[in-house]
């Protein structure tokens, strides 16, 4: 008899062929179907049947205990049942099958010798998604261990590492649990702060999952020394300005407590700290000193600091041009009096006060002044020595005209 193969969805069956039984003159023969059915399903064992002629019909299972006579059931077990007997087919479902549940299920006819065949019944068990194991910390500048772990399937699954599209080869070890198999992958990978969140995945492929696979996704959780760097304010601070600062902090673990500090010096009692931030209010030059940002996890610390330096206000200076005026001519010295200081409103700022002066330009008068003695010195130097010059020629000129 030909071989044929029949496919269902949950329940892959294929036929065999059995030996024809002989009785008397008549040909009697049974055929017995295996069966492959996933875990936790539902198998039917089936036995059909030639020329039948009432002859008795036992199924027992692997252990060869009857399940059923004739129709009739034998063991008590509710998960098999008999949903079908008639003279050309004999079918039985066993329900919640397990891999306990795997063997040879027996079909057999009793003519004048008893015959029989055997229906194999295959368990699969598809694995579950896997799970990854860490052997110890990533640390930056280190290495990391990763296992991908299938506990349990059968057959056993197959398994691989993927990062960025690529496969990761890893080192497979595979374990007989007797029935199933538990199967691990394990890689080792060099890691630096950059791979921190890095993106991986452990696929399982099986057969019973039907070209489907099981994945496990994971991040990268690398841990490394904070970095610190202070943010500084913009432009120039004078008497009177706000002083803000903001520390920006990476790391991981993130540090917690981030510390302010003055070198040299305690915090001025203005000073007002919410986490990163640094403030101080109306500031003034005894403000001025270099402030420190510190901040540290288990891995290390880091620190960044800002030198602030507090410009005095100047104050704004107009000048007042004199008043034409007519003055009486007399014979009196006149003596240069200097204009008081006054105050004025300012433009701006309607309620701040503006101190105004004329102008007496002291660096200039002072100028003229030493350039005026200078050049007095200087003419009295050169005739002193043109003095000194002609009285030393006259005195040799004498004894030439004594002579004549």
Known sequence: MAFATVWNYCVPLTIIT???????AHCQAVQAENVTVLEGGTAQISCRLQNYDGSIVVIQNPRRQTLFFNGTRALKDDRFQMVLFTPRLVRITLTNVSVWDEGGYFCQLYTDATHHQVATLSVLVPPETPAVEVKQEAVEGGEV????VSPRSKPAATLRWIRNGREIPGVVSQQDNGKTFSVSS????????????AALS????HPALSGQKRIRHYRLDVYFAPTVRIVPPSGILREGDSLSLTCSVTGNPLPRNIQWSKINDTLPERAEISGPTFQISRLSQSHNG???CQAQNNYGRAADHYALLVYENVSVTTTVPPTPTTHPITSHPTTPTLLTPSFAPDPKDPGAVVETHSAVPYAVIGGVLAL??????CVLIVTIWCSVRQKGSYRTREPILAWY
């Open 18 to 24: 059995v030996a024809c039984l002989v009785r008397t």
């Open 145 to 148: 261990e990763l296992t991908c």
């Open 186 to 197: 394990t890689i080792r990978i060099p890691v630096e702060r950059k791979d921190n969140g």
């Open 202 to 205: 452990c696929e399982a492929f």
């Open 290 to 292: 270099t402030y420190l």
């Open 372 to 377: 005026l003695v200078f050049t007095i010195i």
